[in-house]
DNA sequence: GTTAAATTTGAGCGATCGTTCAAATCATAT
DNA sequence: ATATGATTTGAACGATCGCTCAAATTTAAC
């Protein structure tokens, strides 16, 4: 019973990621599911609680990104591989660049209240771990101590916010990665190049 | 019958504004506009058909904006407070802060293809302005004359979109206008604070 | 004041929405 | 083999979706 629940968790992401909370019906999710309306309602109880997992695995998986980020050496080093990295993928997969996060907050005046607070939640777990990282490159010396942390994890996360926005409808890798660069540059406050 | 129709575009935009393309239903913009649906459609054609005057209406307000800010002197301190302005509004007009195009390019694998392409072309034309931003600060000597201008003005966009995205989730004002200090620090190249 | 054209009205169309639930099927234990 | 519980099925519900159009109303011209 897990494993299967598990796919259906990622199959409904795949859905939920290309059509939005909104764009997305029950019957679509049933199509990739390939399940019926019954069998899902009685493993999640409904559309707002399949989305909720849905969110919550994404949200995980991107913390994990974000935190190896920050437990490695060489953090600026690693932080710009991880910005970089998901501006490459093949264009079937476009829709995955954007984030799942921002990308349901846009409908944020019709979303169940649920959702809502959800979204308020992993949008904070996430900038923790943007702040992890920034504390991480504090005490390896690759920035200086007096930063206001709280707002660079801000910052962080408002350029990571950007660059998967900018990456939907830009179609110039070359361009992307240059600002992926600019951004670590920004972070330690020098402008090279 | 010019003016009505203004009015009418202006009580749409407010809607699609709050709830976004596929979130908004003809019948809240038959409240919203205060006519029936035999009139929008003889007016507008469609959901769609409305949709396009609106964005266009408030692509050429953003657009003026913006060009006010290249044709100043001082231009980065207008850009400064342009970046600004938007983050103080009162929290009834709240949904007014995060950008129109950007919401409604969440909902991208359900939109109509003239929307989609109006979305990119709005995309385009306000990066064009912000490209005058930086040609202008280059021109009274307030950038360097060897920016990528193109790249540069994308990166603008970008924290332009970071901005008012961020602004729709974090409560601190005073965070908000630091960070967009730090957009224009960031453009000069100095890290000032 | 009458007429013709332009506009607005609002009931209602077919389609789709999220969801329910009785019946059918599958799984497990004895 | 058979009984029992867990799971899945799929038809169908009421609500809402974007939209249509004949009829009513308003506007403009003479």
Redesign the interface.
């Known amino acids: 019973m897990g494993y299967p629940r598990e796919q259906s968790i990622q199959q409904a992401t795949e859905v939920f990621w ?3 909370y ?2 997305t019906g029950m019957r679509d999710l049933q199509t990739a599911m390939d399940k019926r309306p019954g069998s899902i309602y009685s493993a999640f109880g409904s559309k707002e609680g399949l989305y909720l997992e849905v969110l919550n695995h994404y949200t995980d998986v991107l913390h994990e990104q974000i935190m190896a980020v920050a437990n490695s050496d060489n953090t600026l080093q690693q932080l710009r591989e991880f910005l970089r990295s998901p501006l490459t993928v093949d264009d079937s997969a476009a ?1 995955k660049i ?1 984030c799942l996060i ?9 979303l169940p209240e649920g959702v809502k607070n959800a ?2 939640t992993a ?1 904070a777990n996430l900038r923790e771990a943007f702040k992890a990282v920034i504390i991480k490159a504090q005490s390896v010396g690759e920035l200086p101590r007096e930063l ?1 942390e ?2 660079v994890a ?2 962080l ?3 990571f ?3 998967r ?2 990456a ?3 179609a110039l890798p070359a ?1 992307l990665t ?2 992926a660069d ?1 951004i670590v540059s ?1 972070l330690t ?3 090279a190049q």
């Open positions: 290309l059509k939005g909104l764009g829709h954007q921002v990308k349901t907050q846009a409908d944020w005046a019709e979204l308020q949008l206001p709280e707002r801000m910052w996360q408002g350029q916010i950007a660059l926005t900018l939907t409808s830009v361009s240059w600002m600019k920004d406050g020098d402008w």
